[in-house]
Nanobody, 125 residues
Framework: VQLQASGGGLAQAEDSLRLSCAAS????????MAWFRQAPDKEREFVAA????????FYADSVKGRFTISRDNAKNTVYLQMNSLKPEDRAVYYC???????????????????WGQGTQVTVSS
């Protein structure tokens, strides 16, 4: 599967942005989808994930209550709605897909086999 992330940009603190990740292929609904991010000079970190059916979602503590992950299997797209943005949310955001990740490993980037190219999010204070 090929992934194309979009929607990043420059925002001010407390603003909102919505990231999208469009997937190719007819098997999108069989993948667990996730967002990771990487800030300058930092390791890539988990942000959010959503299971195939969209019924179960997972969030990093740092974004819980502010970010919402969702998916539209008919459009082969996963979204990350980011509200109440903070300067520390500044990073390159990547979408990722896995056909085999289990819940206990869902925050582990090595469990994801397919990655989008990343979209930059910058938040000014």
């Amino acid at each position: 599967v090929q992934l194309q992330a979009s929607g990043g940009g420059l925002a001010q603190a407390e603003d909102s942005l919505r990231l999208s990740c469009a997937a190719s292929g007819r098997t999108f609904s069989t993948y667990t989808m996730a967002w990771f991010r990487q800030a300058p000079d930092k390791e890539r970190e988990f942000v959010a994930a959503i299971k195939r059916s969209g019924g179960a979602t997972f969030y990093a503590d740092s974004v819980k209550g502010r970010f919402t992950i969702s998916r539209d299997n008919a459009k082969n797209t996963v979204y990350l709605q980011m509200n109440s943005l903070k300067p520390e949310d500044r990073a390159v955001y990547y979408c990722a897909a896995s056909s085999s990740v289990i819940n206990s490993s869902i925050r582990d980037s090595t469990m994801y086999h397919y990655w989008g190219q990343g979209t930059q999010v910058t938040v000014s204070s």
